[in-house]
Every structure is written in structure tokens, then in C-alpha cells.
């Protein structure tokens, strides 16, 4: 055998196995969504088919979750099920998680393309300037609706958000599954498996400096975050954070709706510090939260914390009728 046939096939086992791999994967992913179904209800906006869990009446209360989560992570935080005893709250996977689609093609899913298409949501589901709660890189989203559509929203509860440009190992080291081509080889091979080697140690800091609840783990299942088409949108807006906060950051003297901002004092995702607080005090006026042995999944350890910020910015009516 030449040594170019030894090439070729070795190159041709190479490809079989690659194959191989990604149909496994494949199958592991499309059997994740059977072991845990969508929960939720379907709407179609602007060619985008969304996935969004709905409970309760009175005034509305929009949750956006994080990057890597999932509606259902509001869920397991148990801040739904409490804001829903006395608002309509609609959370969303955000496209791309979830069982929400993220179409590819020339739409790059900025903050700001979202905001747009959650504002044609409202639009479809009959929900008047909400309160809008963001998580993480779901702040991001919460601030573009703020400032693109200030009348449609009465007001913003932030969580754990990050608000200014800084230099992100993270970013680096997940956005590679997002480029065309070398990342979906990635998505349906290699990244499956790095994803959950590493995702006990993710989860810790996430959570750090307390455990990760058994809640979250059933809401947000491991296997869910690791489909190819999950782990393209993670990818992706792990390359997107940085550019989108420059842009947003410029803008942030423009934001004139009541904003509420928390965060954990021990967040090892986003310093508190360097962005919480600096956001505070840049913006204003806010009303600001730093809660001690708190880490990044705020949600799930301050409840009390994220609902009295959502009933300040829109009282449930037992409220406004002892106060009357």
C-alpha cells in the first residue's frame, strides 16, 4: 500500500467514526427530549417557532433565563410558582434553548433581534408592558427591551447581570462550537462529551457558594444542555456577550423605566462589583441588592428578594387594594 492510500484510508476511518458519533449523538439528543418533553405551550413569531411555560393571572411578569438554561430553570428556582400566586408570568426559552428554535442564516441572535421578537410575542400572547426579569445573559435581553421598546415594558428586575465589556476566559473557550463548519463537527462529536466532563464543575461555580439544588437539576437535566442545537446557541452567545454589552453599555443614559438590579456577593460568573454595582451607580436611578453568600444563581437562594422587586414594580391587586 503507497503512502498516499494509507492516507486516504485512514482519512476514510476517520469520517466513518466521526459519523458514527455524530449519530449517537444525535440519538442521545433526540432521546433527552423524549425522557423530558416541553411542559409548555408553542406560538410562531416572525418564522420562529418559541417554547414558553405560562401560570396565573393579574399583571404580567416575563422571565428570561441565562445562557446554557432554560424557562424551566425559573421553575426549579421556585420564584415562578411565587410570582404566579399573584401575576400572569410567562417565561421563555430563549431561541435556541429549551424547545425553542433558532433559525441559522443572516439573523445573528443579538439581544436586540430578541427583544424584537419577544416584542412580537407579546404581541401574539396579549401581554401589556410586563415586568421583565432577566437572568445572566438574559439581563442582555431585558436591557435591549428597555431601550428599543421602553413603552412596552413597565419595568426591569436584573439578576446576576453583566453590563460592561470585560475580558472573558469563558467566552474564548466555548464560542468554537458556534463557527460555521469546524463547530458543527465540535457540536456533534467532541463537545458532547467536554461538556459533561466539565459540567460538575460548571455547575459548582455557578452555584458556589452553596451546592446545586436537586431542583435545578431537575429542571434544567444535563441532557437537555448538551444537544448540538442547544450547545450551538451556548456557543454562540458566549461570543456575542462582550460585543453586545459595548454596545448596550453606550446607550445605558438613555434607559428611563424603573429598574431593580440583585446580585450575589460571591458571584463567580459576574463579579457583583465590577458590574452590579458599577451598574447602579453609573445608571441611577436604580434600586440595587447585593446579597451576601449568594453566588450567581441568585434566583434560587434570594426569592423573597426577586419577588418584592417584581411587586414593586407592579403590585399584585390585593396590594393596591389594602394600600387604596
Given at each position: 500500500m503507497t503512502p498516499e492510500q494509507t492516507v486516504v484510508g485512514l482519512a476514510v476511518v476517520c469520517i466513518a467514526i466521526l459519523l458514527v458519533i455524530a449519530a449517537l449523538v444525535r440519538y442521545r439528543a433526540r432521546r433527552a427530549e423524549t425522557d423530558y418533553p416541553p411542559t409548555g405551550r408553542f406560538i410562531e413569531v416572525d418564522g420562529v417557532r418559541?417554547?414558553?411555560?405560562?401560570?396565573?393571572?393579574?399583571?404580567?411578569?416575563?422571565?428570561?433565563?441565562?445562557?446554557?438554561?432554560r424557562a424551566e430553570d425559573f421553575r426549579g428556582s421556585g420564584v415562578f410558582d411565587r410570582l404566579a400566586a399573584a401575576h400572569r408570568v410567562v417565561a421563555f426559552d430563549r431561541?435556541?434553548?429549551?424547545f425553542s428554535e433558532r433559525p441559522r442564516g443572516t439573523r445573528?441572535?443579538?439581544?436586540?433581534?430578541?427583544?424584537?421578537?419577544?416584542?412580537?410575542?407579546?404581541?401574539?400572547?396579549?401581554?401589556?408592558?410586563?415586568?421583565?426579569?432577566?437572568?445572566?445573559?438574559?439581563?442582555?435581553?431585558?436591557?435591549a427591551l428597555g431601550l428599543d421598546h421602553p413603552e412596552r415594558v413597565r419595568g426591569l428586575?436584573?439578576?446576576?447581570?453583566?453590563?460592561?465589556?470585560?475580558?472573558?476566559v469563558d467566552a474564548?473557550?466555548?464560542?468554537?462550537?458556534?463557527?460555521?463548519?469546524l463547530g458543527d463537527i465540535m457540536r456533534y462529536t467532541v463537545s458532547p462529551v467536554l461538556g459533561k466532563l466539565m459540567m460538575p464543575a460548571l455547575l459548582r461555580q455557578m452555584f458556589s457558594p452553596r451546592r446545586v439544588p436537586d431542583t435545578f437539576r431537575a429542571a434544567v437535566p444535563?441532557?437537555?444542555?448538551?444537544?448540538?442545537?442547544?450547545?450551538?446557541?451556548?456557543?454562540?452567545?458566549?461570543?456575542?456577550?462582550?460585543?453586545?454589552?459595548r454596545r448596550l453599555r453606550r446607550r445605558y443614559g438613555e434607559l428611563r423605566i424603573p429598574?431593580?438590579?440583585?446580585?450575589?456577593?460571591?458571584?463567580?460568573?459576574?463579579?457583583?462589583?465590577?458590574?452590579s454595582v458599577r451598574f447602579h451607580r453609573d445608571v441611577g436611578p436604580t434600586k440595587l441588592r447585593v446579597i451576601p453568600q449568594v453566588g450567581h444563581m441568585i434566583h434560587y437562594f434570594a426569592q423573597d428578594e426577586v419577588v418584592e422587586a417584581v411587586n414593586a414594580l407592579s403590585p399584585p391587586r390585593d396590594i393596591e387594594q389594602r394600600s387604596a
Amino acid at each position: 500500500m503507497t503512502p498516499e492510500q494509507t492516507v486516504v484510508g485512514l482519512a476514510v476511518v476517520c469520517i466513518a467514526i466521526l459519523l458514527v458519533i455524530a449519530a449517537l449523538v444525535r440519538y442521545r439528543a433526540r432521546r433527552a427530549e423524549t425522557d423530558y418533553p416541553p411542559t409548555g405551550r408553542f406560538i410562531e413569531v416572525d418564522g420562529v417557532r418559541l417554547h414558553y411555560v405560562e401560570a396565573g393571572v393579574g399583571s404580567p411578569v416575563v422571565l428570561f433565563h441565562g445562557n446554557g438554561t432554560r424557562a424551566e430553570d425559573f421553575r426549579g428556582s421556585g420564584v415562578f410558582d411565587r410570582l404566579a400566586a399573584a401575576h400572569r408570568v410567562v417565561a421563555f426559552d430563549r431561541p435556541g434553548y429549551g424547545f425553542s428554535e433558532r433559525p441559522r442564516g443572516t439573523r445573528i441572535w443579538t439581544p436586540e433581534r430578541q427583544a424584537g421578537l419577544f416584542v412580537a410575542a407579546f404581541d401574539r400572547l396579549g401581554i401589556e408592558r410586563p415586568v421583565v426579569v432577566g437572568h445572566s445573559w438574559g439581563t442582555l435581553v431585558a436591557l435591549a427591551l428597555g431601550l428599543d421598546h421602553p413603552e412596552r415594558v413597565r419595568g426591569l428586575v436584573l439578576l446576576g447581570g453583566y453590563y460592561y465589556p470585560t475580558m472573558r476566559v469563558d467566552a474564548l473557550l466555548f464560542a468554537p462550537p458556534a463557527i460555521p463548519g469546524l463547530g458543527d463537527i465540535m457540536r456533534y462529536t467532541v463537545s458532547p462529551v467536554l461538556g459533561k466532563l466539565m459540567m460538575p464543575a460548571l455547575l459548582r461555580q455557578m452555584f458556589s457558594p452553596r451546592r446545586v439544588p436537586d431542583t435545578f437539576r431537575a429542571a434544567v437535566p444535563t441532557a437537555l444542555m448538551l444537544r448540538p442545537w442547544q450547545l450551538r446557541a451556548s456557543a454562540a452567545e458566549a461570543g456575542l456577550m462582550v460585543p453586545a454589552a459595548r454596545r448596550l453599555r453606550r446607550r445605558y443614559g438613555e434607559l428611563r423605566i424603573p429598574i431593580r438590579i440583585i446580585a450575589g456577593a460571591q458571584d463567580r460568573v459576574v463579579d457583583a462589583e465590577r458590574h452590579s454595582v458599577r451598574f447602579h451607580r453609573d445608571v441611577g436611578p436604580t434600586k440595587l441588592r447585593v446579597i451576601p453568600q449568594v453566588g450567581h444563581m441568585i434566583h434560587y437562594f434570594a426569592q423573597d428578594e426577586v419577588v418584592e422587586a417584581v411587586n414593586a414594580l407592579s403590585p399584585p391587586r390585593d396590594i393596591e387594594q389594602r394600600s387604596a
